[in-house]
């Protein structure tokens, strides 16, 4: 079992930052793919970013590109979501989530574990 608690969430105008962490409990973290995911209100949950075991390689949702930075710190089992730019549209529940894969997945059934979700609100 994998526990996974976010934290970071909270209120910024848009153009502001935020950053976003995911502490992991319970399993040998640096075997884990790490994941970030996004839940709009009325919208379906959607994958924002993932780093695979060690963080040499890392994917996007086109969307957050160049914006957004996903990056892990095995030793302190962390993984972390900056968030910069930010826009209306980024307004979501967070979901941190771990896979047992051994290379990066992007789809919500190929995560194993999830966390209980962090609000971020941007306002215009």
């Known amino acids: 079992q994998v526990q996974l608690v976010e934290s970071g969430g909270g209120l910024v105008q848009a153009g502001g930052s935020l950053r976003l962490s995911c502490a992991a409990s319970?399993?040998?973290?640096?075997?884990?793919?790490m994941g970030w995911f996004r839940q709009a209100p009325g919208k379906e949950q959607e994958f924002v970013a993932a780093?695979?075991?060690?963080?040499?390689?890392?994917y996007y949702k086109d969307s957050v590109k160049g914006r957004f930075t996903i990056s892990r710190d095995n030793a302190k089992n962390t993984v972390y979501l900056q968030m910069n730019s930010l826009k209306p549209e980024d307004t979501a529940v967070y979901y941190c989530a771990a896979s047992l894969s051994i290379v990066i997945v992007t789809i919500r059934n190929q995560y194993n574990y999830w966390g209980q979700g962090t609000q971020v609100t941007v306002s215009s």
């Open positions: 319970g399993r040998t973290f640096s075997s884990l793919v």
């Open positions: 780093i695979s075991w060690g963080g040499s390689a890392t």
